[in-house]
């Protein structure tokens, strides 16, 4: 059980939510869907999947699933047949309506183990129109004793229809304390820890996949190019045409820190705002030059941008990459 305590159990910042819902089904008034809403990167689909499986689970006490029973074990392989997990088949595209009409075949058989079905799906923005479309069917008429779980990082890009259906279960980043504590045992040291907790905005589970995912090195580079774009010594065509090998994601949501970061600075004169250490000198500059308006303009853009990323194929990198150096470069320009 120990090794895999993280498949059974939620993360420590999430016990409200944990005790709610095992309440809830401990009372027998477990809603039909649920929509768990909150930033990416703080555990929420794990939260569902852990949820799923105590509500399989044929032995749970305390608010605890076993972690061997039968129902345990065949979630342990990953092959309970009424567990169901749905997410888009590559990272960039859409959930598709064959997986909704999956789905809704799935939810209308009866329990192989005689119990719930469960069903979890993640990010539920991601459906295309079909498949919200063909979701809301579902959501109209569910089975008995199916449990559906949407998970959703951006609650504003579903379907009204379809959220006033669920029920909604809301998540907080993390304490800052608690998130450390999570995310210590992976790094080097505290400071690294930190550094990476700030560049993900809070969001443990994101600071692990920019560990894993080497981002330290990506940092350092946007950091020293964006300084050379500031003083005028790089055009943003040229960095923009380095920066293809990065994630546009990454890009727009560490700019909207750091935007985030340099508007709170220049309302309130405090240096704590500057969170970022390696940039507090450029972003302090920065902020100063442009002001809070033109960085609350620039964030709103930056969120924009990345709202219209997911399900996009053809993405031009190089153009949004452009207009984001270009906009950058804007910000410690004369008005007029
Ligand atoms: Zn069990």
Redesign the pocket.
């Known amino acids: 059980m120990q090794e895999n305590k993280s498949l059974f159990e939620p993360y420590a910042w999430q016990d409200v939510q944990w005790r709610q819902m095992t309440e809830r089904f401990a009372d027998g008034r477990l809603a039909h869907a649920y929509l768990m809403r909150g930033a990416a990167g703080i555990g929420k689909l794990d939260f569902a999947q852990a949820f799923g499986r105590y509500v399989l689970?044929?032995?749970?006490a305390d608010g605890r699933?076993?972690?061997?029973?039968r129902?345990?074990q065949l979630n342990l392989a990953g092959t309970h047949p009424d567990f169901l997990l749905i997410e888009p088949e590559s990272s960039g595209k859409g959930i598709r309506v064959d997986q909704i009409r999956a789905l809704i075949e799935f939810s209308a058989k009866t329990a192989q183990q005689g119990g719930y079905r469960v069903v979890v799906l993640s990010p539920a923005e991601s459906m295309n129109t079909n498949a919200a479309n063909a979701l809301l069917k579902c959501l109209e008429e569910p089975g008995d004793n199916t449990l559906l779980m949407l998970v959703s990082h951006q609650i504003s890009a579903i379907l009204p229809t379809i959220r006033s259906r669920c029920q909604l279960l809301a998540f907080d980043k993390p304490d800052e304390q608690d998130a450390l504590n999570w995310l210590m045992p992976l790094c080097d040291d505290a400071e690294q820890a930190q550094n990476l907790l700030t560049l993900s905005g809070g969001c443990p589970l994101g600071a692990r996949t920019y560990l894993e995912d080497g981002l330290e090195k990506q940092l350092a580079r946007m950091q020293k190019d964006l300084g050379a774009v500031t003083r005028g010594e790089v055009a943003p065509v040229e960095v923009a045409l380095a920066w293809q090998d990065f994630e546009p994601v990454i890009v727009l949501e560490w700019l909207a820190g750091w935007s985030a970061e340099m508007a709170g600075y220049v309302s309130t004169s405090d240096d704590a705002c500057i969170r970022s250490q390696s940039m507090a000198k450029m972003l302090s500059y920065i902020a100063k030059k442009a002001g809070a308006k033109r960085l609350l303009v620039f964030h709103a853009w930056l969120l924009q941008q990345k709202s219209r990323l997911s399900g996009q194929v053809n993405l031009n990198r190089q153009l949004l990459m452009e207009a984001v150096l270009f906009r950058w470069l804007q910000l410690t320009m004369k008005q007029g």
């Not at 689970?57 to 749970?60: E, F, R, S, T």
């Open positions: 689970c044929q032995d749970k699933s076993c972690g061997h029973c129902s345990c």
